[in-house]
């Protein structure tokens, strides 16, 4: 292809337009602020932590489509008046379907991007959703329609093919041919650049007719979906139309190549590239889109005069087919689609980024000649030469028979060829539309079977590909599985779908559904292994993820509203089933906390795929299960606040006994490469027909995604509150170990001793009863920790150990005790010297309303013991930890409520007015012993200070099993599989809990009331100072 004149050569800059889509169901669920604003091309984001902070950018277009609309009859969404400032289907195409149109028309290469996180709306954007078509289709519905307009002036054809790029391979999805293992060739050509080797391009005439392929498209996708359970989230989808226009009278031919993208979710590329896993750079999943990410970043570069040496397109293959889309010949429109939620901040932000940068990048795009009609050209002109020739030399009249021969050769070859290549055209579109009448035949064949029989419509985590499989349950028994050689069968694929997996069965105008031994069926939500009846709307999974809805009898249907089971709904009530659910408050109001709905769907975005790592695991023989938990963030909360949660991945290598802890963005990351070695695995069976279960993946170990080196894993953790060191009250406790979901792992004896510099333990009359008096004094105190009882972690496998770690306020890294082994109850007899050479108010709230954390860590044969590190650890020449040296006090105010405070200050006068007296008294006492009655007078009369500090004593020790009980309470749930009997025993359980627990905090407080009341009126009966 080459430029048609120089002068057609002209500089364009990307261009940019944003669109922000309305809130979806999980936003407005959670409650959502929206957190963008629009005014003209103009787009605003506020920090939702942080109202001051905001950023603005400038776009080419922006699109507002969150608010301001409504549904109309035909289920188009509009503007709910007209004029509004909500931005439709139609106005986006408007802008940028016209323009993309437009320079095609004119010859110029053109390119559609979409780009933004997972569900922002690129789809909706670029295909669009039932009547709200997108820009493809309403592009190729304007493009046949202009083509018809100019017939009289050109003849135009168009091609279309449809690739998805997929971990770096890239599949053809209109071919008709089985898949080619690892994917179609990328080649590059020095004419035409980089292209796909094989693939197919259909020739089309009608908008129709593209719309047909594209559905096809959607189904190859689908179905490939279905099998790995990869969706359009991770895969990046591209349309490429070539049209190409003939200009006879001109003698002109233009080609351009329209390039229609619809990325991958942008998110991932983060969430998998910020953690460190030691088979993170094995991870393609997001090499095209990190690859794009530096592409726009260098070119960006290059606009604003920076030196850029290399600009990396041939590191992935996305970059490589849209080169020209990019810095090259085309002009190129990208669409960054984000939501105006507030838990959607980051990732909407770093999309404003991108297509900041997107924004430099300039073109130089020209208008492209056809060198297959400059050879008609060049034909027609050798023939007009050749029949001038010939008519010269009749007119010379001279007998020249062997030129005449020759020449009039030369000219039916020519005439052939140029007729060969028109006609190929006329021909290649004859194919098509002959294939398209099939495709359409099959279309309307599916309709009438709709219309006939109950049916099983696929449901996938990506909308777009929702609703594309129909399997039909026609009258009579069928085998549905992989067979696809009994008699009658319906054939899935999928993981952990077996040969025969289950057998429908029509009679009587009933379906029902038989699972096969061994083979797993959940109907909405419960697993079965009966017959069981099907009704209307039932959900079904089969294997470890196939999803469908079953649609019953014509008669049955109605007009319900089936959007409402997505996949999101299946899987909720598969937790349900799991005892995982939201409160009933929860449905459409914001009562829900956010941190906790968050949860909530990651939990039900991770199930489907633990569920699909479990069977790979189970078919490559790896040994490894994994399991979803929730992990309270409490347990390491040395406040022991609970609100926060997360959940990790428990890894289980079931036959070594040895347990890993993932995150979540290592097992997504993992997933990943557990698909890849899944498939080479599958690919190798089929080739080699390796018997089922030899075989394990090839993967060496390092490269094994299931596999990592044992670690020390966090079993769980107790609280010692520090209170008691404030009044310098040593504290022995029994503490229960409690794992993430409440599980008791161990008790753990551990105690806190104050003592002075050298160690010696302080006694009862060391007691503070005002811990003020502390401030800016030294405070030493040890940390004791006795004994581990009951390890359930060394129960359960006797070559483990444990050790405790544990971080005492400012300390970065947490100190660890030395591991013990193969113990159940071993000896810890770890002491820890701590030392704050000048309190400040700072350390002492923390001592007050602060627990030392203390985890329980568990060791596995193989893995190596924590260590504690002392970096930036202050130390005595006699070992004792520095925690705070000397410094400003800082008045941090404490935080109790304006009760406890008022308390707090009534038993400070109280407090002040007692040691008044007690001075008073010893004097007295003093004076006495002078006069000889010094002993009697001092065992009378105890020091008012001990008496006080003892009761107080009692009460911090009573207030500390207090806040065990409270902590208990605040872990206390359902076990995962109660029925209602078991919620009634919970409920009954936690009635219990809460009346101890006020129980105990009414006797405790009344206690310290009634201790100090005595001691009040003892010392007003000894001495008439405060009548
Ligand atoms: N402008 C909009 N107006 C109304 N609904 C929208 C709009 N944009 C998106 N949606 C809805 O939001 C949902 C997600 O959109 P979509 O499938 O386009 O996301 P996506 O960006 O393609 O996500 P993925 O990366 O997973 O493919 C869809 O149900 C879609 O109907
Ligand atoms: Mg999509």
Known sequence: MRAKAAGMHSKDCVKVAVRVRPFNK??????????????????????????QSRRSF??????????????????????????????????VFQDLGEGVLENALQGYNATLLAYGQTGSGKSYSMVGYGPNKGLVPKLCDRLFQAIRENQDTRQCQVFFSMLEIYNEQVVDLLSRGSRTPGGLRVREEQQRGFYVEGLRTVPCDSAPQVEQLMEQGTRTRTTAATHMNA????????????????????????????????????????????????????????????????????????????????????????????QSALGGNSRTVMIATLSPADICYEESLSTLRYAERAKRIQNRAVVNESPTERLVKELKAENA??????????QEGRRANDETKELRQLLTHNELQIRAIQTLWEQHLQEALKDWEQQYANITQERRMMQMHPYILNINEDTQLSGVVKLFIQEGEWDIGLCDSTPRYISIKGLGIQERHAVFRNEQRRVTLTPLAGSKVIVNGNSVSQTTELQHLDRLILGSNCTYLFIGFPSERGGDDWSR?????????????????????????????????????????????????????????????????????????????????????IVTAVGRKQVWMWSKTKFVNRKFLMEDAYQLHQAEKSRDNIAEGLSTAVLPRDKDPFWDPVEPLLLGSAHLWLQSLAFRIPLEEQ???????????????????????TGLAQGEDDILIDPSELLGRRLDFQLVLEQCCGLR?????????????????????????????????????????????????????????????LELWGLQEGCTDLVSSLEGVRMTAEGIFIIEEAGPANPAPVDCSVRAQQDMEELKSVNSSLRKENHILREQLNAARNGGEGVRGRSVRPSCDAEFARSLKVFYHSMTSVRGQLQRLRRHRPSEDSDLLGFRLFVDEQSRLLRDFSEQLEQSVSTLKQDVAAIVRRKRERSGIWS
Request: with cysteine; proline share 3%; charged share 25%.
């Open 26 to 51: 999980r936003e407005r669920d959670a409650g959502s602020r929206c957190i963008v604003s629009m005014v003209t091309s103009s787009i605003t984001i506020q920090d939702p932590r942080e109202s």
């Open 58 to 91: 400038c776009f080419d277009y922006a699109y507002w489509s969150h608010s301001g609309f409504t549904r109309d009859r035909g289920g188009l969404y509009v503007p709910e008046e007209p004029g509004g400032r909500y931005s439709d289907q139609d106005s």
């Open 231 to 322: 969706n359009s989230s991770r895969s990046h989808m591209l349309i490429i139309l070539q049209l190409k226009q003939i200009f006879s009278k001109e003698s002109i031919t233009k080609q351009s190549n329209i390039n229609l993208v619809d990325l991958a979710g942008s998110e991932r590329q983060r969430s998998s590239g910020s953690e460190a896993d030691r088979l993170k750079e094995g991870t393609a999943i997001n090499l095209s889109l990190t690859t794009l990410g530096n592409v726009i970043s260098s070119l960006a570069d290059v606009a604003v005069g920076k030196k850029v040496v290399h600009i990396p397109y041939r590191d992935s293959v996305l970059t490589k087919l849209l």
């Open 385 to 394: 030469r050749l029949l001038q020739r010939l008519s010269r030399l009749g």
């Open 565 to 649: 089971y997505d996949y999101d709904y299946f899987q909720s009530e598969l937790a349900a089933a799991e005892g995982i659910h939201l409160g009933e408050s929860s449905a459409g109001s914001s009562q829900t906390d956010p941190s906790l709905l968050a949860v909530f769907y990651d939990f039900i975005k991770l199930m489907p795929m633990v569920a699909e790592a479990n069977q790979m695991s189970q078919e490559l023989n790896k040994d490894v299960e994994f399991k979803l938990e929730i992990k309270n963030l409490a347990l390491s909360d040395s406040k022991g606040h609970d609100l926060k949660k997360e959940i990790v991945i």
């Open 735 to 757: 503490l229960e170990v409690l794992g993430s979901e409440g599980t008791e792992e161990a008790i753990l004896q551990a105690q806190l001793v104050p003592c002075t510099s």
């Open 793 to 853: 972690w060394i129960r359960e496998a006797r070559d483990r150990g444990v050790q405790i770690g544990f971080r005492l306020f400012d300390c970065s890294h947490p100190l660890y005790s030395p591991a013990v082994w193969h113990n159940v109850n071993p000896l810890l007899d770890h002491r820890v010297h701590f030392a704050s050479l000048h309190t400040s108010q700072r350390l002492l709230d923390y001592l007050q309303s602060s627990a030392v954390v």
